[in-house]
């Protein structure tokens, strides 16, 4: 019988040590121009478009529910649409045109200039995330990432990329949600003070 034993203590401890390490490189002034532009993007009434593969995937319908509703419950929030959230139209293109062209035929069809596409991704060499910002960028988009390992093809595609240079999947996309949540709680902040600064000058 081979010996399956192992550290779990270790692993955590590991883990959690690589994940808080990784946390403290966020460049917050670059977070705080992206929460900036997704206001400017709310005052004009442009679209936030969010895509990723697998788990990067469901974190993209993950934030599109926090911009949906949790950065103001009473409403004025974000404009979003995660394209990887309706499967019937994944699953035709994908079936129809190609993988390759999931996210890319749906901006295509939606967007339009001044949109924003985030993409999410821990390779950043997916096909369908390259092609998905060529699309943005030819529809002079604003592309913005959240990205891993070395940061892969997209990376010099972007107009802002948050990458983390760590060679693990599983912390990637802990922080692609890290990074929604900062984000959701900073716009939170920026519409509630335009709120109740609003109410004083009534």
């Not at 005052?43 to 697998?54: A, F, R, T």
């Not at 996210?103 to 200039?113: D, I, M, R």
């Not at 060529?134 to 390992?149: D, I, S, Y």
């Given at each position: 019988?081979p010996?399956?034993?192992?550290?779990?203590?270790?692993l955590?401890?590991?883990?959690?040590?690589?994940?808080?390490?990784?946390?403290?490189?966020?460049?917050?002034?670059?977070?705080?121009?992206?929460?900036?532009?997704?206001?400017?993007?709310i005052?004009?009434?442009?679209?936030?478009?969010?895509?990723?593969?697998?788990g990067s995937?469901?974190?993209?319908?993950?934030?599109?529910?926090?911009?949906?509703?949790?950065?103001?419950?009473?409403?004025?929030?974000?404009?979003?649409?995660?394209?990887?959230?309706?499967?019937?139209?994944?699953?035709?293109?994908?079936?129809?045109?190609?993988?390759?062209?999931i996210?890319?035929?749906?901006?295509?069809?939606?967007?339009?200039?001044n949109?924003?596409?985030l993409?999410?991704?821990?390779?950043?060499?997916?096909?369908?995330?390259?092609n998905?910002?060529?699309?943005?960028?030819?529809?002079?988009?604003?592309?913005?990432?959240?990205?891993?390992?070395?940061?892969?093809?997209?990376?010099?595609m972007?107009?802002?990329?948050?990458?983390?240079?760590?060679?693990?999947?599983?912390?990637s996309?802990?922080?692609?949600?890290?990074?929604?949540?900062?984000?959701?709680?900073?716009?939170?902040?920026?519409?509630?003070?335009?709120t109740?600064?609003?109410?004083?000058?009534?």
């Open positions: 019988m010996n399956t034993t192992f550290d779990s203590e270790q955590v401890s590991e883990y959690l040590h690589q994940l808080s390490a990784t946390l403290e490189t966020v460049d917050i002034a670059a977070l705080n121009k992206f929460a900036s532009a997704l206001m400017k993007l005052e004009n009434k442009n679209v936030l478009y969010i895509c990723g593969n697998g995937a469901a974190n993209a319908i993950h934030i599109a529910n926090d911009f949906t509703f949790g950065i103001n419950p009473l409403g004025n929030a974000l404009n979003v649409e995660a394209l990887s959230a309706n499967s019937a139209v994944i699953t035709c293109l994908g079936n129809d045109i190609g993988y390759e062209n996210f890319s035929h749906q901006l295509k069809v939606k967007a339009k200039e949109d924003i596409l993409v999410l991704s821990g390779s950043g060499n997916s096909q369908n995330i390259v998905a910002v060529k699309q943005a960028n030819e529809l002079q988009m604003k592309t913005v990432g959240f990205l891993g390992f070395d940061g892969g093809k997209v990376k010099p972007l107009n802002m990329a948050f990458h983390f240079d760590i060679n693990d999947m599983q912390i996309e802990d922080t692609q949600i890290v990074l929604g949540h900062l984000l959701m709680k900073l716009l939170n902040q920026k519409l509630r003070s335009i109740e600064g609003n109410k004083d000058n009534g």
